[in-house]
């Protein structure tokens, strides 16, 4: 785990998935780093993403709307 890489390294980290950081514990920061960004949003989308979430329906389909999520959860916004 480094400091996050052209990003803000007081929020975001750089982090090699190589085995050397237990699954369970790599799922945890995906999760935390997930509910940070959904927070942002309006209460609607936040309600449908934490649903999806929730019922393990994860994968993001490649939307133009999706593509905004992830360029804002690589940006840290």
Known sequence: ?????????????????????????????????????????PKKRQAELLGKWESGETKMENTAENQSIRNSMRKGI
């Open 1 to 41: 785990v480094e400091p996050g890489f052209h990003m803000n390294k007081k929020h975001w980290n750089t982090v090699v998935y190589d085995g050397s950081v237990e699954d369970s514990l790599f799922r945890e920061w995906v999760e935390h780093s997930f509910r940070c960004v959904v927070q942002s949003m």
